[in-house]
T-cell receptor, first 114, second 110 residues
Framework: EPEVTQTPSHQVTQMGQEVILRCVPI?????FYWYRQILGQKVEFLVS????????KSEIFDDQFSVERPDGSNFTLKIRSTKLEDSAMYFC????????????FGSGTRLTVV | DAKTTQPPSMDCAEGRAANLPCNHS???????VYWYRQIHSQGPQYIIH???NNETNEMASLIITEDRKSSTLILPHATLRDTAVYYC???????????FGEGTQLTVNP
């Protein structure tokens, strides 16, 4: 069964450093997403991406965040200057349309900011 | 997207059917009901979705009431591996985000 692959599985970074989280969505999917889950809290939407541009973003997705699909297969989330409160699980997801058959999520990257 | 209400937790015996309810009384005509689950900090996993007809797949069945104000996810023969948080999400066709609530923690007991 096709999978969404995320790397690394765990990343530790110092406060103020830039991090890039990487995702390989399912190959024929057209919509890409990032969600995050702070420990013990709900899964929160960050951003959706379609046709090489952001289609929707949440209030969490401020200027320190950016997304990119640099080479037609990878989908990345960059956090420019990490803060302690950015520590969370970050989930990438993809879907073939906005409604059919649901999303496929990756297994996540645990980001720890120290 | 319409708000959903789910019980915070449920228990089920292994091998028995697990019936997880969800209220979505403000659902509008073009909104679908989706069910996902999350097994201990893994990525959420899509289970099933429907608009107004009952649906069944290899994982579960979804029963939607005629007025569409509530639904029930049925796991016909629950196993220990079905222990997870189950999320009921209502989402329209035009929006792209999934809004996760607190979900129902289902514990399947041996």
């Amino acid at each position: 069964e096709p999978e969404v692959t995320q790397t690394p599985s765990h990343q530790v970074t110092q406060m103020g450093q830039e991090v890039i989280l990487r995702c390989v969505p399912i190959s024929n999917h057209l919509y890409f997403y990032w969600y995050r889950q702070i420990l013990g809290q709900k899964v929160e939407f960050l951003v959706s991406f379609y046709n090489n541009e952001i289609s929707e973003k949440s209030e969490i997705f401020d200027d320190q965040f950016s997304v990119e699909r640099p080479d037609g297969s990878n989908f990345t989330l960059k956090i420019r200057s990490t803060k302690l409160e950015d520590s969370a699980m970050y989930f990438c997801a993809s879907s073939s349309t906005t409604e059919s058959y649901g999303y496929t999520f990756g297994s996540g990257t645990r980001l720890t900011v120290v | 997207d319409a708000k959903t209400t789910q019980p915070p937790s449920m228990d089920c015996a292994e091998g028995r059917a697990a019936n997880l309810p969800c209220n979505h009384s403000t659902i509008s005509g073009n909104e679908y009901v989706y069910w996902y689950r999350q097994i201990h900090s893994q990525g959420p996993q899509y289970i099933i979705h429907g608009l107004k007809n009952n649906e069944t797949n290899e994982m579960a069945s979804l029963i939607i009431t005629e007025d569409r104000k509530s639904s029930t996810l049925i796991l016909p023969h629950a196993t220990l591996r079905d222990t997870a948080v189950y999320y009921c999400i209502v989402r329209g066709t035009s929006g792209s985000r999934l809004t996760f609530g607190e979900g129902t923690q289902l514990t399947v007991n041996p």
